[in-house]
T-cell receptor
Framework: GAVVSQHPSRVICKSGTSVKIECRSL??????MFWYRQFPKQSLMLMAT?????????EQGVEKDKFLINHASLTLSTLTVTSAHPEDSSFYIC?????????????FGQGTRLTVV | EDQVTQSPEALRLQEGESSSLNCSYT??????LFWYRQDPGKGPEFLFT???AGEEKEKERLKATLTKKESFLHITAPKPEDSATYLC????????????FGSGTKLNVKP
């Protein structure tokens, strides 16, 4: 159990276009999902917390209008990178937390490699 | 400031050569400490959660231990397939949805 699926795994887009990344919890409901960005040889940087049915909470320095997050259901959150630029090229990872036996644990999607050309 | 530091940054082992990875943390409150394995181009894969000092968990060749200031991931007789980046993350006691990640240890096991 506790599978988080992320799609697509790789995407190449042109500068100025928008890209949508989906994150699904396959076998559990996730009221909260998270979006991270990871640069080469660096750790995960939290971008935003996605809450089902309400607005996402963004970390300091992350542009809300550039990284649109929608959490329309208990199993799906989407991240849309709007007007993408080459500096947005990165590895984006989502995660969802699951409460098991009173413990909250985090599980991750496979990641999406975004390349903006 | 809450911080998680992993060492070494990279580790090269011969197959069968046991070693340990370190994760030290300075956080105001620890709820849990998580270990993940991350392969290139993939998302982190959950390995262990530790909640209290003195706790140990094992899975195949891996054993994770926790003290009040650090955690160790012991790898016994590693195989080439254990090569990956190992990440640790500390869960905030005041916000169970908040995780602080270390930068990882890249392990390379040579046959």
């Amino acid at each position: 159990g506790a599978v988080v699926s992320q799609h697509p795994s790789r995407v190449i887009c042109k500068s100025g276009t928008s890209v949508k990344i989906e994150c699904r919890s396959l076998d559990f409901q996730a009221t909260t999902m998270f979006w991270y960005r990871q640069f080469p040889k660096q750790s995960l940087m939290l971008m935003a917390t996605s809450n089902e049915g309400s607005k996402a909470t963004y970390e300091q320095g992350v542009e809300k209008d550039k990284f649109l997050i929608n959490h329309a259901s208990l199993t799906l959150s989407t991240l849309t990178v709007t007007s993408a630029h080459p500096e947005d090229s990165s590895f984006y990872i989502c995660s969802a937390t699951l409460v098991r036996q009173l413990n909250t644990e985090a599980f991750f999607g496979q990641g999406t490699r975004l390349t903006v050309v | 400031e809450d911080q998680v530091t992993q060492s070494p940054e990279a580790l090269r082992l011969q197959e069968g050569e046991s070693s340990s990875l370190n994760c030290s943390y300075t956080v105001s409150g620890l709820r849990g400490l998580f270990w993940y394995r991350q392969d290139p181009g993939k998302g982190p894969e959950f390995l262990f959660t530790l909640y209290s000092a003195g706790e140990e968990k094992e899975k195949e060749r891996l054993k994770a231990t926790l003290t009040k200031k650090e955690s160790f991931l012991h790898i016994t007789a590693p195989k080439p397939e254990d090569s990956a980046t190992y990440l640790c993350a500390v869960q905030d006691a005041n916000n169970f949805n908040k995780f602080y990640f270390g930068s990882g240890t890249k392990l390379n096991v040579k046959p």
